[in-house]
Every structure is written in structure tokens, then in C-alpha cells.
């Protein structure tokens, strides 16, 4: 082969080497704009529920205001079909419905990581604002109800339904009984932003 010959051999070899190189570059760069614009669509679908439950996969630490000025500080432990739970210390739990979040307050890596994907929890399939208040009306749990009109009322939710509770209205420091309910009422959850279960004294649990 002549030197002419080997030169151009070689050009060739090289122009294929640089072909490669750039399918190769063009191919990884399409997957990753087909990857990043699937993420995008993903994102996108995610609901509050999801991000909610992300916190509570996560313990989030989250200042929580609802409609109705009520604010929570604690962290997120579970997050059902339409109400998050958090913990506020002391053993305190605040039921707070999702419809009535006016802002979550989280730092930015806690932001980042509620929107990943989180391993599906049987009590976010199943468990509903009604379903949990139904848990506290089968106990006769004394509760604290913090409206989205910022009144707060204390009593006993005598049972829960799909969208409402039959609630009645009395001192947070007596049992519930008939002589000592100043009224009975049905409460649309639409108009409730957060429940709390009082202890056996009246005070709320977990309260500074």
C-alpha cells in the first residue's frame, strides 16, 4: 500500500470512528431528552395526595397552614385518600384535611424529594377523613374541631359518613353525655380544616 493509500485508510477509519462517536452521543442525548420530558409529564400528573404521602414516606418536618389561619407544626407521619396526619409532639395529632391546606412549608431538599416516587401504602388506598373520624366516633374520643371559618368548637363526633359527620357540642372538659351537649349538629367536612383527639383532662394533646 502506498503512503497515499495508508493515509487515506486511516482518514476513513478515523471519519468512522468520529461517526460513531457522535451516533453514539446523538443516541444518548435523544434518551435523555425522551427521559427528561417523560419526568416532566410525570410530574406534572402528581397530585397534593401524592406529595403528601411522599412527606409522610419521608418524616418530613413541615409547617402546615389551613384555611382558616390554623397552623401546624410537626412532622407528616401518614397521608390517607383526602387528609394528611401530623405529629406535633407530646403524642399530639392533628388530622388536617387536605381540601383545607392553604401552604406547606418544607425546606427545598424536602420539596425535591416528595416528588419521587414512593413504595404504595395500603392505608392511603383505603383510609378517608370519614374513615378516621369514624375510628374516634367508635371510641367516644372527646376531639377538637378547627373550622375553615377559624371558630373551633370541642365534642364528640357521634358517626361519621361519606362527606359529613353528626357531631356533638360540649365542654372539652366533661363526657359526652345528653345532659351535657349544649347542641347536636351535622358538620359538612367541607367547612372542618383540621380534627385533633383531646385527652381526658380537655387540653389538646401536644399543644405548647
Known amino acids: 500500500m502506498t503512503q ?3 493515509a487515506r485508510c486511516v482518514n476513513w477509519e478515523s471519519y468512522f470512528a468520529e461517526l460513531e462517536g457522535q451516533f453514539a452521543e446523538d443516541a444518548a442525548a435523544e434518551r435523555a431528552s425522551v427521559d427528561l420530558e417523560a419526568e416532566r409529564v410525570r410530574q406534572a400528573r402528581l397530585d397534593l395526595a401524592t406529595r403528601l404521602r411522599a412527606m409522610a414516606h419521608d ?3 413541615v409547617t402546615l397552614a389551613t384555611v ?4 401546624f ?3 407528616m407521619r401518614a397521608a390517607g385518600t383526602d387528609w394528611c396526619g401530623i405529629d406535633v409532639g407530646n403524642g399530639g395529632i392533628r388530622c388536617v384535611r387536605t381540601d383545607a391546606i392553604k401552604t406547606i412549608v418544607v425546606p427545598d431538599q424536602v420539596l425535591r424529594r416528595s416528588l419521587l ?3 404504595s401504602d395500603a392505608l392511603a388506598q383505603r ?3 370519614g374513615y378516621v373520624l369514624r ?3 367508635r371510641r367516644r374520643t372527646p376531639v377538637l374541631v378547627q373550622f375553615t371559618d377559624s371558630s373551633v368548637a370541642t365534642g ?3 358517626r361519621a359518613a361519606t362527606d359529613h359527620c353528626d357531631f356533638a357540642f360540649h365542654d372539652a372538659h366533661t363526657p359526652r353525655r345528653d345532659g351535657d351537649v349544649s347542641r347536636f349538629a351535622v358538620v359538612p367536612f367541607h367547612t372542618i380544616a383540621a380534627v385533633s383527639p383531646l385527652s381526658d383532662d380537655g387540653r389538646v394533646i401536644g399543644s405548647s
Open 127 to 129: 383510609a378517608t377523613f
Open 68 to 71: 382558616g389561619d390554623h397552623q
Open 156 to 158: 364528640t363526633i357521634d
Open 135 to 137: 375510628g374516634w366516633a
Open 59 to 61: 418524616g418530613a418536618f
Open 117 to 119: 416516587t414512593v413504595p
Open 73 to 75: 407544626n410537626g412532622t
Open 4 to 6: 497515499d493509500g495508508y
